[in-house]
């Protein structure tokens, strides 16, 4: 059993990830990630809800029919999502005003989705929540490296703005690493979305052949 | 005699064939299940095969009951064997679906009736929060002592939509007002706070909520750049309406490089903002 949670943290981070691997959830994977920080709370919130709908839909599987499977799925879902909306709104809300725009997008997320159908709605409520959650950390992962090779090469900052995010503290996460108007416009904009995932999807396959891997062809049903 | 407990059963098989679905017995016998009817719930378990053979006379009756009733309800003839009676129960469950979906539907939206109910009061709070804090940037602290937030007056702008204007007021008297402003930027409306001194001078302009390209047009906010505080201090007066414009429509005010669309945007919306002032002014500046 153990090595099977190991291997669903390994899937979820790294040999099955959501956005290089699976190529899933890519409208938020470009969307989202003009700056590292972006990427990084988008993905935080989308680990969250994977996390919470993934252990729901496993608590009820049980109970819901195959027939309605999708309509309950995208309930459980769009419910999560509410709740995170207006509970971060009430009591995080600095927090709420950088990513509020965002979160209701979750929904329209295929990768949660997809996780729901192919893993929760079989397995039992522990690896459920597990499979979810690192799911969405490796989203997180992804979103963050995207987010950050287009923020350096785009604005030539790293994290900037990370402390209206996490809190002052973090402000020395801020860093210049370009002049002012040095950065190379288009990266931010949606072309530098589509490069960039582009080129890393090449990184993540370039790295795994050189590990002797197995590539793994997308697909949402490729491990479950 | 209808029995009380069989009601649910009844008004399901009833809205079954109103509406055309085919109700199955299977949904009928779910439904007593649901509704916790000892007699249906172990006749039914029984005619499934889920429980163990009749082991006496009760079970034997309950079972028989339960047939009647389907009978009764699915209308099959008391002449027909007993069978066909298995073979109704065997109809597809269609009703069961939209039952689980609804039940779904119904505590998904209990939780969030619920979550809804207990965030009210501190999102509104927050919300309070953020307009005061905007209003503060356009409305010098040293110009009012009453809180503009509740100091409030509806009022139609130039395109009949309704705004809302917070006055700011010293001893009584109006010094000066601000109010939400509209401009059209390269994607999308780009919301503004104007404050206007009673004078007619400019206060402050700031940005509340656009979709301009980040790393161009954002540089109307305030954090990342001070374009927009040049405004501060000027009216119709100096300069005069015409030259309210970006220098590339002849005005006198820079468009910053890359962004043509965003600062004309904002400058219609101030624009706009100051005829709204000059029009209405008597009646903004009310008792000042």
């Not at chain 1, 703005?161 to 990266?187: H, I, Q, Y």
């Not at chain 2, 917070?166 to 390269?186: C, L, N, P, Q, S």
């Not at chain 2, 405004?231 to 005010?253: A, I, N, T, Y």
Request: charged content about 20%; overall charge positive; hydrophobic content about 50%.
């Amino acid at each position: 059993m153990a090595n099977d949670y190991k291997t669903i943290v390994k899937d979820g981070l790294w040999d099955n990830n959501g956005v290089f691997s699976m190529l899933l959830g890519m409208c938020p994977a470009m969307a989202m990630t003009t700056s590292a920080t972006n990427g990084f709370g988008m993905g935080l919130a989308t680990a969250a809800v994977m996390a919470a709908s993934s252990f729901l839909v496993a608590v009820f599987r049980s109970r819901i029919t195959q027939e309605v499977r999708i309509p309950v799925f995208i309930l459980i879902v769009a419910a999560m999502v509410t709740l995170v909306d207006l509970a971060m709104n009430a009591w995080m809300h600095e927090l709420y005003k950088v990513l509020g725009l965002f979160i209701p997008l979750i929904v329209s997320n295929c990768l949660p989705l997809a996780r729901l159908e192919a893993f929760a709605a079989k397995q039992p409520a522990l690896p459920s929540l597990l499979d979810g959650l690192f799911m969405g950390l490796g989203f997180t992962i992804a979103l963050t490296a995207i987010g950050a090779v287009r923020e350096i090469i785009g604005s030539g900052t790293l994290f900037a703005d990370a402390s209206l995010l996490f809190g002052p503290a973090f402000k020395a996460m801020e860093l210049r690493l370009l002049p002012t108007d040095m950065g190379v416009l288009m990266m931010i904009l949606p072309p530098g979305g589509f490069l960039v995932t582009g080129l890393l999807v090449v990184v993540k396959r370039m790295v795994d052949l050189r590990a002797g891997k197995e590539i793994q062809m997308g697909g949402a049903h490729s491990v479950a | 005699m209808l029995k009380l407990q069989r009601l649910p059963t009844v008004f399901v098989v009833f809205v079954g064939l109103a509406t055309g679905t085919r109700v199955g017995a299977g949904d009928t016998a779910m439904i007593a299940v649901a509704t916790k009817n000892p007699m249906l719930v172990r006749a039914w378990r029984r005619m499934h095969g889920f429980g163990v053979a009749a082991r006496n006379d009760w079970h034997r009756t309950c079972e028989a009951s339960v047939k009647q009733i389907i009978r009764r309800i699915m209308n099959v003839p008391d002449t027909l064997p007993a069978e066909s009676v298995a073979t109704v129960t065997q109809t597809p469950r269609t009703l069961m679906h939209g039952v689980i979906l609804g039940a779904f539907c119904l505590g998904f939206g209990l939780v969030l009736a619920i979550t809804d109910r207990l965030t009210l009061a501190d999102i509104a709070a927050r919300a309070l929060e953020d307009r005061q804090n905007s209003l503060s940037q356009v409305i010098p602290a040293a110009i009012h002592d009453n809180n503009p937030v509740t100091d409030t007056l509806l009022m139609k702008d130039g395109r009949d939509k309704e705004i809302t204007v917070y006055r700011a007021r010293k001893d009584g008297r109006v010094t000066g007002v601000a109010y939400e402003i509209y401009g059209t930027g390269y994607a999308g409306e780009i919301r503004l706070m104007l404050g206007v001194a009673a004078d007619g001078k400019l206060l402050g302009v700031r940005v509340l909520a656009h979709k301009e390209t980040p790393g161009l047009g954002d540089k109307i906010e305030v954090k990342k750049g001070d374009w927009i505080l040049r405004f501060s201090g000027l009216s119709f007066e100096d300069p005069p309406p015409e030259r309210w414009k970006v220098k590339k429509d002849g005005g006198q005010f820079d468009q910053f490089a890359g962004a043509t669309i965003t600062p004309r945007g904002v400058l219609g919306a101030i624009r706009s903002g100051l005829e709204f002032f000059a029009a209405n002014k008597a009646k903004l500046t009310e008792g000042s």
